[in-house]
């Protein structure tokens, strides 16, 4: 019991230096948060105002809070934004949270570790993952991956023992893996690629041990599902959308190796000894051959080392899971450091197991005391690879990212809890400038001003200068923006309808200004007013939904907060007051439903609409497609079904396929083969006539 608390006590101790050490960044060395970082920020400042937690937010409901999270699961951010209520919300301030996180990767690493191999090869692996440099550099970066990493740890050794052969097989620790699997999922989905074959092998010795280990599996899923179904269900297609793009359409613009070739299967392994250092994966890697060596051979003494184990068994269940999360790791089109980042605690622990393998070696062949060899052991790892973390901050230290933007943010009355919501346009897209970063310092402390990008189309010009009250311009480099930015940058400068309210140097030359519409200038007609003619355009299938979504894309980017949606509400409503059968009133509030993921409320206006004009067939499409979007693909194969005894439509047939496909109807698949691509043509012809 001494040992084990002292052993704790040392574990607890290389967290509070870790956080220190991480704390010292984020006050003195930190910069402005980029892209990812500051999207990142802006979800942990949402969620947090969602819940009411943090000033000029408040409670709103569960639709409103799954609003939040459409493309990436929202348990991080929902932790992220309650450590803001207390830390605050200043980057450096919300960091916290990654401390936390960083907390929760030592216990997993501690514990695993210590089932392994006993306190010293745990101690080691903690001592190892506190100073890795790409772990170093996520406690210092607000992106997921560290609570990724710390999660996806914790579910794969509760798994493990689970699993375990001998020690393994109880309800506990089946329903403890079980939550521990949901929350990893729940903090972004890409912890698949490290569960699935984990879960697959699980599935394959459940099935062996008989009904006891199959019950629990199924309880497990059971509670895999229920955990991650509320967020699934609210934003399935969003997310699909969002995966394609930050997987398939990301690899493509990024110039990412064909999973083919060889480049692909190395890229991870070439980065290792940067993220890990190369003294520890050097080292480690020998000691683990040596270790392999030295159990064929006649055998070695273990009896003076008083805390060491060293069960196959578990290692078995690590190197299997690791090499597993590697293979379908890099089956990802989309390469990126931090993608491996969930396998290094892994990695850490079993390279921490080659140190003290060579300790071992030490002691039987060289005659070193253990009480003299493992303190030794342990400083060295630790010399080893701090020069590596150290270096590897410097570095980041050097490239940070420095600018006006909060200058910039409060000129335009940003971060203001006072001020009225405001959108401010941000045509140029730089680390240090961009609509992420704008949003966030907009919003701390209650304030309501978002960023939003234009620019990436010439067909952006026109709506900006009839609309835009904001806007920010950059002088010399516009970053990752495309040719038309320019176009839209020079219309605002040559238009007289802004005029320049201040300029902000920027550090490495050049700057930024921010323009405000001019008080004389009046803007165009209000979206909320074309907005109802826009909706009955619906009734025009293809062709109406082309044009809505061009402007609603537009609309959204100058209307960060969505302002007009209420006011064409209300109109609506009035209208539905006088004469319950007005067809503009449902079309209407149908499109405002499905902008607002509110597949549901959409069905009732469509159904009404589908009794109102049963000539025109849009409806019935619409209604089967929010059915659908809600998880309702019997009710979608029906509605189908009734439009096809009043419709000829070939879109009818493919939506009726693959409603009965997804309802379960495995046999229509061949249909759906045909009638969907069919289906598609058909609306790809319309919308070129419509072009034409």
């Known amino acids: 019991m001494k040992n084990t608390w002292r052993f704790w006590s040392v574990v607890f101790l290389v967290w509070l230096v870790a956080t220190a050490i991480d704390r010292l960044w984020w006050e003195h060395f930190a910069g402005l948060p980029s892209w990812d970082q500051a999207d990142y920020l802006n979800s942990a400042l949402d969620h947090g105002r969602a819940l009411g937690v943090l000033h000029g937010g408040q409670w709103q409901g569960w639709k409103a809070l799954l609003d939040?999270?459409?493309?990436?699961?929202?348990?991080?951010?929902?932790?992220?934004?309650?450590?803001?209520?207390?830390?605050?919300?200043?980057?450096?301030?919300?960091?916290?949270?990654?401390?936390?996180?960083?907390?929760?990767?030592?216990?997993?690493?501690?514990?695993?570790?210590?089932?392994?191999?006993?306190?010293w090869v745990a101690l080691l692996a903690v001592v190892f993952v506190s100073m890795a440099p790409a772990l170093v550099e996520l406690r210092s970066d607000f992106v997921l991956e560290m609570?990724?990493?710390?999660?996806?740890?914790?579910?794969?050794?509760?798994?493990?023992?689970?699993?375990?052969?001998?020690?393994?097989?109880?309800?506990?620790?089946?329903?403890?893996?079980?939550?521990?699997?949901?929350?990893?999922?729940?903090?972004?989905?890409?912890?698949?690629?490290v569960l699935i074959p984990a879960v697959f092998w699980i599935c394959f010795t459940a099935l062996k041990r008989g009904k006891k280990s199959f019950f629990q599996l199924l309880t497990c899923l059971i509670i895999v599902l229920v955990g991650v179904a509320p967020w699934l269900h609210h934003n399935w297609i969003t997310t699909i959308g969002g995966t394609n793009r930050a997987v398939i359409e990301s690899a493509a613009?990024?110039?990412?190796?064909?999973?083919?070739?060889?480049?692909?299967?190395?890229?991870?392994?070439?980065?290792l000894p940067g993220q890990l250092g190369a003294g520890l994966l050097i080292v480690g890697l020998s000691g683990v051959s040596l270790w392999v060596l030295m159990r064929?051979?006649?055998?070695?003494?273990?009896?003076?080392?008083?805390?060491?184990?060293?069960?196959?068994?578990?290692?078995?269940w690590l190197?299997?899971?690791?090499?597993?999360?590697?293979?379908?790791?890099?089956?990802?089109?989309?390469?990126?450091?931090?993608?491996?980042?969930?396998?290094?605690?892994?990695?850490?622990?079993?390279?921490?197991r080659g140190w003290f393998q060579w300790g071992l070696w030490f002691h039987r062949y060289c005659r070193v005391s253990s009480s003299f060899l493992l303190p030794w052991t342990f400083i060295a790892g630790s010399l080893t690879t701090m020069p590596f973390a150290l270096s590897a901050q410097v570095n980041r230290f050097s490239n940070r990212h420095e600018g006006p933007l909060q200058e910039v943010v409060q000129t335009a009355r940003g971060a203001d809890p006072s001020g009225a919501k405001k959108t401010l346009i941000v045509v140029p897209s730089t680390p240090d400038l961009n609509q992420h970063n704008v949003s966030f310092f907009g919003r701390i402390s209650g304030g309501h001003l978002v960023g939003r990008q234009l620019g990436s189309s010439a067909n952006d010009v026109e709506p900006v200068l009839k609309q835009a009250e904001w806007v920010v311009l950059a002088e010399g480099d516009q970053g990752s923006v495309r040719e038309s930015a320019l176009i839209l940058d020079q219309a605002v400068r040559t238009s007289n309808s802004f005029e320049q309210i201040g300029r902000f140097p920027r550090r490495r030359g050049g700057s930024y200004s921010l323009w405000?519409?001019?008080?004389?200038?009046?803007?165009?007609?209000?979206?909320?007013?074309?907005?109802?003619?826009?909706?009955?355009?619906?009734?025009?299938?293809?062709?109406?939904?082309?044009l809505i979504f061009s402007e609603v894309a537009v609309q959204h980017m100058l209307d960060g907060h969505f302002m007009?949606?209420?006011?064409?509400?209300?109109?609506?409503?009035?209208?539905?007051?006088?004469?319950?059968?007005?067809?503009?009133?449902?079309?209407?509030?149908?499109?405002l439903a499905v902008l607002a993921n509110r597949p549901d409320e959409a069905a009732i206006h469509f159904a009404v609409l589908e009794r109102l004009i049963p000539e025109n067939p849009w409806p019935s499409v619409y209604l089967s497609v929010v059915n659908l979007a809600d998880w309702k693909p019997w009710n979608s194969a029906k509605i189908i079904d009734r439009a096809k005894n009043r419709h000829e439509n070939v879109v009818l047939n493919g939506l009726g396929d693959l409603s009965k496909?997804?309802?379960?109807?495995?046999?229509?698949?061949?249909?759906?083969?045909?009638?969907?691509?069919?289906?598609?043509?058909?609306?790809?012809?319309?919308?070129?006539?419509?072009?034409?």
Request: proline content about 6%.
């Open 319 to 352: 190197v299997v899971t690791l090499f597993c999360g590697w293979l379908f790791t890099s089956l990802s089109p989309n390469k990126g450091d931090r993608y491996i980042a969930p396998l290094l605690p892994l990695l850490i622990i079993l390279l921490s």
């Open 296 to 316: 064929w051979s006649k055998g070695q003494t273990q009896a003076d080392f008083f805390f060491f184990r060293d069960d196959l068994l578990d290692w078995r």
């Open 516 to 546: 405000k519409r001019k008080i004389n200038v009046l803007k165009g007609k209000s979206f909320s007013e074309r907005f109802p003619s826009l909706a009955v355009g619906l009734a025009r299938g293809p062709k109406g939904l082309e």
């Open 68 to 119: 939040l999270s459409p493309k990436i699961p929202p348990l991080a951010s929902l932790v992220n934004g309650s450590v803001m209520a207390f830390a605050g919300d200043l980057p450096g301030e919300a960091a916290w949270s990654l401390s936390l996180w960083n907390g929760l990767l030592i216990f997993g690493v501690a514990a695993w570790a210590l089932s392994l191999g006993g306190q």
């Open 564 to 591: 007009y949606r209420e006011k064409v509400r209300i109109a609506a409503l009035k209208r539905l007051a006088i004469n319950s059968n007005d067809n503009q009133a449902h079309w209407t509030l149908g499109l």
């Open 661 to 692: 496909v997804l309802g379960g109807a495995v046999w229509k698949i061949p249909a759906a083969s045909r009638s969907i691509p069919e289906s598609v043509k058909r609306v790809e012809k319309a919308l070129k006539k419509s072009d034409d």
């Open 147 to 193: 609570p990724l990493t710390a999660v996806t740890t914790l579910a794969l050794w509760r798994l493990g023992c689970w699993w375990h052969p001998k020690k393994g097989g109880s309800w506990s620790q089946a329903l403890i893996a079980a939550v521990c699997c949901t929350a990893a999922v729940l903090v972004k989905q890409s912890a698949l690629l």
């Open 253 to 271: 613009r990024e110039g990412d190796p064909s999973i083919f070739t060889l480049e692909s299967w190395l890229w991870y392994p070439r980065i």
